[in-house]
Structures are given as C-alpha cells and as structure tokens.
C-alpha cells in the first residue's frame, strides 16, 4: 500500500498524520507558517514554526516527485510499454533520483549506438553472449554481417552488441541505485592544481593537491573547490574509491548482477571486457555526473542553512529603541557622510565632515557633531564599519571625552547592503529630497535603533552573512532567506503606524501592493486607532485581516488588547477573563497576581483550545513583548586600532560579526576580523560554532596569531589557551594542521579592508577559505562572498 504524501511526512517529523494534513489543508488554504504556528496550535496539534517550515518544504518535493512520477507513467504508456510491475516500480519510487533510474531505459533520447545495433538485427546475438559464454564470440558474430545492415565483418556485430549490453547494464535502476550509494560511501573528491594556474589560482592553494571522502566533505570546502574549477584553477575528479589493483568492486557487483564469470569459457573475457566497457564508459560517468549535482546539493543546503540561521540572528539582534541617533558613513576623500534621525527613525539634520586624511579637518568637524548632537538630543552615535570606520571610531571617542555632558554612547554597526538600499527606488520615495551618498547614514542609524525594521528593506541576500552566497541556487536561496524574514517579523510584531511598506509586506498575509494601501491610508486619514480599522484599506479582504492582523501593533489606539499579539478572534475569550477577574481591559493587562489567578481550563470553548488561551494569559502578564535581546555594547581596547597593534596573548573585547560553519568571526577594533576556529570555542567538541555564539554577541577573545602581511588574526575563545610563540619576522606563522596544510586563513589580493575568511571543521581538519572578516559583510569581504552581494565595498 502506497503511503500518503501526509502519513511520509508525519513519519519524518515524528507527528500524526491528523497534525500533518489539518496544517496542508491551512497552508493549501493560504495561511502563512506564522500564522498557523501561532493562532492555529489546536488544528495542528502544536507544531511548531520550524516543523511547519520542514513540512512546507517537504511537502513541495513529495508534490513535485508525485507531478514527475504522473509524467512518467503517462510517457511509458504512450510507448505501450507500461506493465503492471513497471507501474507498480514507478509509484513505489521515494526519491526523484530513483524515478529517474527507473525512468532512464524509457526516457527519448536521440539515437544511440545500441539503439542502431538493434535496428541492425544485433540484440540477438547480445543475448545469446549473454546468455550463452560458451558460445566463441567471434563465431557467433559471424552469422549477423550484413553489409546492407552496416554490419560489415564479425567485429563490427561484437561492438553492437557490446553497444546493446552496456546500454542494458547501465540503465538497470536496481544496479545503478546500489552502486550510487556505495560510491557516495566510499568515493573521494580529489582536486589538483591546473597547469601553470599555481599563481593566478594561489587563492585556492589549499586544493592544489587534496583529496576527502564524500562524506567528510564540508560544505564550505565542496563551494570552494567548485569555484576554483569554476575559474579555471583545479581540475577535480570524483574517484570511487581508494586506488586498486585489478577489476573495482564496481565491476564486480555488474558482473555478478547479470551472471558474468571468468571461468575460462569462449566468452567470458569478451563479456567481461564488456562489464569493464560498462562501468568506466557509462556507469562512471553517470554516477560521476549524479553525485557531483549532489555534492553540490548538499553543499548547498548546508550553506543556505547557515546563512538563514546567520540572518535570523542579524535580524533579530537588539535593538538600541527609540533614541535619537547620530549616523556616521565612514570616508577618506569624500569625507565622512552625517545623519541624524529622532527617536521614531526620522531625518531631522545631514551633514558631512573630513576629519580625515587629506582634509585633516579634526576639530571643526568635532564641533558639527557637538552642536547637532546637543541641538537634536542625541543618545547614540552609530558608526558604519566601511572604511575609516576606526578612525571615525576614533573621533567619536574624541567627541565623548570632550563633550561628557553629552552622555553620548557609540556603536559600530555594520553597513553592509547600505549602498545597495541608498540607490534603491525605496530609498528615493522614502528620501526623496536627500543625496546618495547621505542615504547610507540615515540607514545606519536606523539599524542600530531597530535592526529588522531596516534590514527588510534590503535584499537578504546583500545584507552579506552567508558562504559563497553567489555560488548558490537562488530559488533555494531566497526561498529559505525570505521564510526567515517572514518568521522574524511576525515574530516580533510590527506598529502598523509607524511601520515602513518593506516591512508590512513582510507581514503575515500582507503582499507588497497591500503594504503600499495601507501606507497610503495611513498618510491620508492618520494613524490607525483600532485593528478593525485595518478593514477600511483597499484590497485587504477578510483572509488577510485574519492572517495579519494578529501580527500588527497599534499602541495607544481605543482597545488595549490592539497592542498585544492576541488575534482579534480571541478577544471574546479576554472579554471573559475580564468578567471573571472583574474590572477594565486594561487593568486586567499586565496584571501578574489576577491573570495567574485564572485557569486557563476555565476559558476552553469548541473554537480555542488550552494553548491558545494559555498562549494568552501569558501574552497579556507581557503584552506586546519584544523576543529580542537587550542591548549591549562591546567596547574595544584603547591604543588597539589597527592589526600591528595586536599581539598574541592579548584579551580583548569584541563582538561576533558572523558564524560559518569553520568557526566565528569577531571583530576587535582592528579593520580586520579574527577568526576564533571551531576548535578554539570550547574545551569540548564543537559540532556547530552556533551552539557556542551567534552574530551580535559580545565575546572575550584572547589573540593566538597575528600574520600582518597576509591580514590574519586567529583568536581563541579559551582564554587560558597559549598564545603562538612569534615567528622570528615578529608574527604568528602559520599554524600547520593535519596532513601538513595550514589553516584556511590564506589572503588573496586587495587592500585596506578586504579580507579572507575561512577555515576547516573541527578537530583540525584543514579549512578552505581564508580567516579574516568584517561585521555582517564579514564573509564576503573574506572572499568566500563575490562582491556583488554588497554595492559598498569601497564607499568613501
């Protein structure tokens, strides 16, 4: 009996079939994963988002695989054929590479040498070598030389037939199924360097003689030998297995399938020959071509999983809250760009100033800053990390020390996708009358005083926090990085008044042509004062009030319960715990003693369970609380401004700019990141770096290694580790790992704030990538990132 796509998935994520097929029929009936996970926990029996996020996915492949599996019935049958047990094979086909191997001998294909043998009257005689080995070989061919045929000698029959078995055996799916999943087992990828590409290719030098087994690879180390054969510097291969001497195990398991023997019969070289023919012609390459897709393949799940995660956690770092700002675009020549923005994220002053190199304007441009921080109140002083950004780091400082009666406190944000916002068409309808070159201040300001709101204007994808993100399938890429917005914004809630359209689209149920309506009403009849209100906006039917309006915010409108996350479908149920705990809505919110007092048993009707109105009683003890962390500022070391001012053994304080799956990067101060490798975070085995630190996070390093010519720094997060003795150039040499390969910490070209970045897996397995980073750009600037994932890498 063919299991249901439902009862496979539940099988998978460990749930009941019901759970499974009440959340299909929620997602087929348009509902969005937070707003299942969240308002419909007693449909679905409590799955949580990341189980419906597994759940969506999977059920798009099982639906796509039972399309092509109607598909391949229907081209079978129209062959005429389709046989019960072929039909019965077909369906009971669970994976798409399985229907295929099935579907291979009957696919259309243009005409091959077998199909010409047959066509010349040779599949007899394939069959009887098979059939028969006692049979002379070349006295059998005899007999089918027809000259008319093109058949014109013995030898010419023996290659048809040869033709027609190579063919049988390479298209048997039962074989070919085996023989993928013990190469994928066994077999190795090895890279070698291409002649006279030893220096254009020095950025993959780690590969120049390398080799691993499939299933140790990496998934940083599988992208990186790609682009390398990508431009031309290493050629790879996919070896079965470790170097033998005579016929492979491979060989072996096609002889035994279809009863070839040496046993010193007429026709046991020539079938074997034919078996060897086989294997290395077609059956190789076939399953060479099969498994590099999914070395690929799985390289890229794992590189989408870590930059998801790493966006999550971008996306959800804290925010400094509502704070007048002062925004710093870091600049040499074109100096450095000013925005200051109120408490609500509002432009209210611009300016630049060239406190730096060639101007040399210091205190002049103290005294801008001094005048606009105290005409505007300012709080914060948020500085991007481009370039300059430790020189302006620098002058911040000076502007705190000389103006204490300011209580100014600076941060540095990373800028990256900045210049990707600032010429977007966004940018130019919400700052229509400001520069260029000024947008990119104004949005790190923003950043630093709400994080999500300002990055959902960017494209995920620049923001600039994944592994060869350019490398990737942009469907699975932007598919996986857009459900992280969506769970990150509805996670946090959005005030539909203040909100921007980018990030009312990324609301549950709202489209981008709905965000732009309910903008437009915003500005033409005023802030909302009530959900039902939300009605009134052109196109938002009754499906989308449902789905979103849980996930908006109105604070201070006419109900108290608008600012919570309870739906407006619950309200009846608040209503009813206000009766029985007596008094106003708005007592009741936020009152701790009464709203434990109730038992949440008590509110339970036939449309909302025991979670929701748990779910409930919680959201009003908090109402309308914000999952994120507090805020918290690193701060950097005095006098440690550039990498020739660290030294291994010092301890600094830095913040986590990016976690790959090689280790973290941190930034310390220095324009350079340093690489805290996987097997420096902790004592014990690290399988993921993000069990021990996420992007954000404000960290105690100390300084292993300093390379100044090559922009590395390796850092430990064990702070009674040695430092690495220096090497007599006065640096740390680099640190050599098993197999007598240095760490992936190797720098390419570039200048100034470009860097490397990279590493190995744990336990000192050799890293692929070099080791240096930037905040949240960190891996592109460390050249496992094309450029083109960021517009400002050079701004200033």
Known sequence: MTTSIEGRIAEELGARERQVRAAVELLDGGSTVPFIARYRKEATEMLDDAQLRTLEERLRYLRELEERRASVLESVREQGKLTDALEAQIRAADTKARLEDIYLPFKPKRRT??????????????????????????????????????????????????????????????????????????????????????????????????????????????????????????????????????????????????????????GDKWLGDTVRWAWRTRILVHLGIDLRLRLRAAAEDEAVRVFAANLRDLLLAAPAGTRATLGLDPGFRTGVKVAVVDATGKVVATDVIHP????????????????????????????????????????????????????????????????????????????????????????????????????????PKSIGVGQYQHDLSEVKLSRSLDAVVEDCVNGVGVDVNTASAPLLSRVSGISGGLADNIVAHRDA???????????????????????????????????PLDSSSVHPEAYPVVRRMVKQGGGEVAALIGNTSVLRSLRPADFVDDTF?????????????????????????????????????????????????????????VDVGVHQDGLVHVSAMSKNFVKDPRDVVKPGDVVRVKVQEVDIPRKRISLTLRLDDEAAAPSSAGQGGPRRERGGRPPQQRQGGGSGRERRGGGGGNGGRPAPAPANSAMADALRKAGLLDPGGRGDKRRG
Request: with cysteine; hydrophobic share 40%.
């Open 113 to 266: 040498k077998a199909q010409i043998a047959r066509e010349a009257g040779l599949e007899p005689l394939a069959d009887g070598l098979l059939g028969d080995p006692s049979v002379d070989p070349l006295a059998a061919a005899a007999a089918f030389v027809d000259a008319d045929r093109g058949v014109a000698d013995p030898a010419a029959a023996l290659d048809g037939a040869r033709a027609i078995l190579t063919e049988r055996f390479s298209e048997d799916a039962d074989l070919i199924g085996e023989l993928r999943e013990r190469m994928w087992t066994r077999g190795r990828l090895t890279a070698r360097v291409r002649d006279g590409k030893e220096e254009a290719g020095a950025k993959f030098a780690d590969y120049f003689d390398f080799s691993e087994g499939f299933t140790e690879l990496p998934s940083h180390r599988v992208l990186a030998m790609l682009r390398g054969e990508k431009e031309d510097a290493l050629d790879l291969v996919l070896e079965p297995e470790e170097a033998v001497e005579g016929p492979s195990s491979y060989e072996g398991s096609i002889a035994a399938r279809f009863g070839v023997a040496q046993r010193g019969r007429p």
């Open 525 to 559: 009849n005023g802030p909302f004062r009530s959900r039902k209100a939300l009605k009134d906006v052109a196109r938002l039917g009754p499906k989308a009030y449902e789905q979103c309006a849980g996930f908006l915010r109105i604070r201070g409108g006419d109900d």
């Open 609 to 665: 369970g025991l979670p929701t109105v748990t779910d409930i009683l919680r959201e009003l003890e908090k109402p309308g609380r914000d999952p994120r962390p507090a805020f918290r500022t690193a701060t950097f070391k005095e006098g440690v401004e550039k990498i020739g001012d660290l030294a291994p053994g010092m301890v600094l304080e830095g913040v986590v700019t990016n976690v790959a799956a090689f280790g973290a990067f």
């Open 356 to 459: 730096h190199v060639p101007a040399n304007r210091w205190d002049e441009s103290l005294a801008k800053l001094a005048r606009l921080a105290r005409e505007h109140a300012v709080e914060l002083v948020a500085i991007g990390n481009g370039t300059a950004s430790r020189e302006t780091d620098k002058l911040a400082g000076d502007l705190i020390a000389r103006h204490p009666e300011l209580k100014l406190t600076k941060v540095m944000v990373s800028e990256a996708g900045a210049s990707v916002y600032s010429a977007s068409a966004f940018a130019s309808q919400e700052l229509p009358g400001l520069d260029v070159s000024l947008r990119g201040a104004v949005s790190i300001a923003r950043r630093l005083q709400d994080p999500l709101a300002e990055l959902v204007k960017i494209d």
